[in-house]
């Protein structure tokens, strides 16, 4: 079975602050797909990330960086130089070819970043 | 940019009253999802279709229905709304595979009094 567990149920830092936001994702299957997805206040999901299973590299898209460890079956995402703007729920996500048409999200981690 | 628009924001709807949430996505995308979002239980599926008329059930399908008559357009409909369906509904669409990117809407908040 598929899992995706965020432990991070809510973390606060103070704007400028680095904050690294964990995922660590469970498949038995080697071909599969992790995102990161924000949900501000709005309430809209907004896509940020998607990584196969066979790029380890790390990625980065400005402040935000992803760090990828097959070893630790972990997808971690980092903000460097939060801001206020940053404050949202993060969901990270799975998914699985032949799994079905099912993603199964992780239960978010609320950051809030405080001026 | 791929585009997911939901019909209502925020709708407030009576016990017992038939409720149609409309999704439209304009993309060309074959597949497409009703999602609802509630405090503690995060995001559960409620059906999804990967084609014009194909519908499948998701996780929590009790009380719901749904139509897609066209490929751009996805309802949700919940026949008899009661209280316990008074939710965030979140409708998002995917190109083709499974793996690929969901798109989300804006989200529907929905209350049932």
């Known amino acids: 079975a598929q899992k995706v567990t965020q432990a991070q149920t809510e973390i606060s830092v103070v704007e400028k602050e680095d904050v690294t936001l964990d995922c660590v994702y469970e498949?038995?299957?080697?071909?599969?797909?992790l995102f990161w997805y924000k949900q501000p206040p709005s309430g809209e999901l907004v896509f940020l990330i998607r990584r196969n299973s066979f790029d380890e590299q790390n990625e980065i898209s400005g402040r935000y960086s992803w760090n990828f460890q097959k070893s630790t079956s972990s997808f971690n995402f980092t903000i460097t130089a939060s801001q206020v703007v940053d404050s949202a729920v993060y969901f990270c996500?799975?998914?699985?070819?032949?799994?079905?048409?099912?993603?199964?999200f992780g239960p978010g981690t609320r950051l809030s970043v405080l001026p | 940019d791929v585009k997911v628009t939901q019909s209502s924001r925020y709708l407030v709807k009576r016990t017992g009253e038939k409720v149609f949430l409309e999704c439209v996505q304009d993309?060309?995308?074959?597949?497409m999802f009703w999602y609802r979002q509630d405090p503690g239980l995060g995001l559960r599926l409620i059906y999804f279709s990967y084609d014009v008329k194909m519908k499948e059930k998701g996780d929590i399908p009790e009380g719901y229905s749904v139509s897609r008559e066209k490929k751009e357009r996805f309802s949700l409909i919940l026949e008899s709304a009661s209280t316990n369906q008074t939710s965030m509904y979140l409708c998002?669409?995917?190109?083709?595979?499974?793996?690929?990117?969901?798109?989300f809407g804006p989200g529907t908040r929905l209350t049932v009094l």
């Open positions: 996500a799975l998914s699985v070819k032949n799994y079905g048409q099912n993603f199964v």
């Open positions: 993309m060309d995308h074959e597949n």
């Open positions: 498949t038995r299957d080697t071909t599969y797909y």
């Open positions: 998002a669409s995917s190109f083709e595979d499974n793996t690929d990117t969901q798109y």
